[in-house]
């Protein structure tokens, strides 16, 4: 089911409606309508795309797909293959003729990443540690191990749909936005500052055709915004339980000899 | 979320900064020009549109560096309604975005995008002598001759003067250029982009360039162009170009020097293996110093300079500088290689030296990791990007502003070397690069003094 042909139809008819509100009362939230909780916004998108019992039932995903670098990035497109299992593994590879090949991942303990560019790497620090909390599996769905805090704030009109905001603060403390779906329950928007070898910069990310694999729905495409540039990733295909490799997480040789060598300083 | 947020970062790091290389590809004039049709010029006047919001959205100064920029608008628009041809079209765009005086600001021709993909015999800018130039003293002298190259067949020299290409005198072209660029860091780039741009043709074409040999006597040569040296490279919405890399070992009495050169910080997947193996080999071998000849590099993406500053530094945490966009920063990191080189290091740089060169060279200097050795760079250091027109043209433009990590800003300056040399025509007519002597003399005397 493509939820995505639904939700354009909800947004046409739905934004004469939502302009009108919005030129009136200056917001969607009106002062006698009453927020609903955090917590059950949240436990409607996890029912809403599936239900805990199908998230229990799916061990590791594989994603491949395109991600565009949009006008901004001069129409450059890549190549991209994600690897993610339970709990917080993963390994992902974006290939491109262009920008050579690009690898990172984690075992869960060790970050790293390798690139033709820029070499070996083993990742410390606040970029290790959101990392390594952006590798945990399907941390949506399991969203009280990720968040201390969570609290409904208003009802906002994102893309046409009007949504609840949800400001969730993670278990490190740092805050992170969502804006789910009043009507559908479905994630529409996501904020969140990003830790990088580049600095700290705001990311929002906008899901967007929703489709069922093995009993949940996922995106299959999201736009994604970061320092005003737009980029969009778009899957091709999407498979869950799938039987890797036993070295699929494992650390690569060149990162290995790093964390060799780094014991062997120490000493 | 299935997206993996990892891409995100990787993907902030693929921002362009790109030199202002497409005067040498502009429209051809080569036939009458029609008058446009309807469909043409609404495509122009949408084009026009894009360029101005892009820039009043997009541009890292909201100010806009002190211009109205809606009065411009509206100075231009009446102009653009009334263009007729393509030309006059093109004219008011470009006039556009010279008002903000800022480099990696362009307007790419169709034209030359339809160029990309045909057969390289029809191209008209693939064909080359094989000769590489500098304007000394407001005359363009031959720097060097590729060797096996149709030039080298002809029998020029460097030191050479270039009087004339086919029906050009440069007696007469340089001096309206040099007028005009005469208070810009970018002078020297465009004087010697203009004289360039002359050499280049089709493959297999014939070019008779006259020049004034070491005793002053006129030299008529016919040279029949052949393909640019190197792998031809193309990169999203950027028109295709030649990049190569050259790594060697120099022999200097008892000193053994590393040399890296290469012209462009693009073609990843092949220069950068070339840089690493270098850089592998250099440092097993124990090299006494390396050079990194940049002089004439044009740039292209930061993060292979940032890569590339990582066999360098050693230490976590420094910078080659930050790019400063509209509402935020992107702080460029290096990431020291598991070896690091720890010998001197010299960068060779020049008026030709622009963008990513500039982030190179500027934020070694800045690290004190290399001394700089040769002339002050073109001054054209914004991070830039191309997005397409309506009317199909490319637009480049800038998006972020550039300071060195000691927080200078480089546009419009350029980066000064620690030391200054220029070439000479009479060192030039010895077959001696008096740049390159230095270099290879400071890492003498560093060796020595330790």
């Known amino acids: ?267 | 979320m299935i997206v993996n947020r990892r891409f995100i970062i990787i993907l902030l790091m693929i921002c362009l900064v790109i030199p202002a290389v497409f005067a040498a590809c502009s429209g051809s004039g080569e036939s009458e020009e029609p008058v446009l049709m309807e469909a043409q010029r609404q495509t122009n006047l949408e084009s026009f549109a894009k360029i101005w919001t892009t820039i009043r959205d997009k541009h890292y100064d909201p100010e806009f560096g002190g211009l109205d920029w809606q009065a411009v608008h509206d100075e231009l628009l009446p102009k653009m309604e009334k263009a007729q041809k393509m030309s006059e079209a093109r004219a008011i765009m470009k006039e556009l975005i010279a008002r903000l005086k800022l480099s990696h600001f362009n307007l790419i021709p169709v034209e030359v995008y339809e160029k990309i993909g045909q057969p390289d015999e029809k191209g008209s800018f693939d064909g080359v002598t094989g000769i590489d130039l500098r304007i000394y003293d407001g005359k363009p002298l031959v720097t060097s001759v590729q060797e096996g190259s149709p030039a080298q067949m002809a029998g020029v020299k460097t030191g050479w003067e270039i009087v004339q290409i086919g029906k050009t005198e440069i007696a007469s072209l340089l001096p309206a250029i040099a007028k005009e660029f005469e208070n810009s860091s970018l002078k020297e780039y465009y004087l010697c982009t203009a004289v360039k741009a002359r050499l280049l043709g089709k493959i297999g074409d014939s070019l008779t360039v006259r020049f004034l040999d070491g005793d002053n006597k006129t030299l008529r040569k016919d040279i029949t162009l052949v393909e640019q040296q190197g792998n031809k490279f193309k990169l999203g919405h950027l028109p295709p170009m030649y990049i190569w890399i050259k790594t060697d070992t120099i022999k200097r009495e008892n000193d053994t020097i590393g040399y890296i050169a290469f012209n462009g910080f693009l073609d990843i997947p092949r220069v950068m293996p070339a840089f690493n193996k270098a850089m592998k080999s250099f440092i097993d071998t124990g090299v006494d110093g390396i050079i990194i000849d940049i002089r004439g590099n044009g740039g292209g993406l930061p993060m292979m300079a940032m890569g590339m500053a990582g066999w360098f530094i050693e230490e976590k945490g420094r910078r080659l500088g930050t790019m400063y966009l509209r509402d935020n920063e992107m702080k460029m990191a290096v990431l020291p290689r598991p070896e690091i080189y720890p010998g001197p290091v010299a960068v060779l740089i020049d008026g030709l030296s622009a963008s990513c060169s500039e982030i190179f060279a500027g934020g070694l200097k800045d690290l004190g990791r290399a001394r700089i050795f040769g002339s002050t760079t073109a001054g054209a250091v914004l991070p830039s990007t191309i997005e397409m027109l309506p009317n199909q043209d490319g637009f480049q433009y800038a998006f972020a502003n550039y300071r060195s990590e000691k927080g200078d800003v480089l546009e419009g300056v350029g980066v000064i070397p620690d030391v200054e040399v220029y070439q000479t025509r009479e060192a030039l007519l010895q077959g001696k690069d008096r740049v390159l002597e230095t270099a290879l003399q400071w890492i003498g005397e560093t060796k020595k003094s330790k």
Not at chain 1, 142 to 167: H, M, N, Q, S
């Open chain 1, 1 to 267: 089911m493509k939820l995505n042909k639904r939700l354009k139809r909800l947004s046409h008819v739905m934004f004469s409606m939502i302009f009108l509100t919005a030129a009136v009362t200056g917001s969607l939230f009106s002062a006698d309508e009453v927020l609903p909780e955090a917590e059950k916004i949240l436990d409607g998108y996890v029912d809403a795309t599936g239900g805990l019992a199908a998230y229990d039932r799916i061990q590791n995903r594989v994603t491949k797909g395109t991600l565009d670098l949009g006008a901004t990035g001069m129409g450059i497109k890549l190549s991209i293959t994600s690897y993610n299992a339970r709990p917080d593994r993963s390994y992902n590879l974006i290939e491109s003729d262009a920008l050579g090949k690009m690898e990172n991942g984690t075992d869960g303990s060790v970050v790293w990443e390798n690139s033709t560019m820029q070499g070996a790497q083993v990742k410390e620090g606040k970029e290790r540690a959101f990392l390594l909390k952006m590798s945990t599996f399907d941390r949506m769905a399991y969203w009280r191990k990720a968040f201390k805090k969570v609290e409904c704030t208003g009802l906002e009109d994102i893309e046409g749909l009007p949504c609840y905001k949800v400001v969730a603060t993670a278990v490190d403390g740092e805050p992170e936005t969502y804006w789910i779906d009043k009507e559908t329950n479905l994630l529409i928007k996501s904020e969140m500052s990003m830790e990088s070898q580049m600095g700290t910069v705001k990311a929002q990310m906008f899901p967007g055709d929703y489709e069922k694999f093995d009993g949940i729905l996922v995106p299959k495409s999201v736009k994604i915004i970061v320092m005003g540039m737009e980029r969009t990733a778009t899957m091709t295909s999407i498979e869950h339980n799938v039987k890797l490799p036993e070295d699929r997480f494992a650390l690569p040789p060149e990162i290995q000899a790093l964390l060799d060598k780094k014991k062997a300083e120490k000493k």
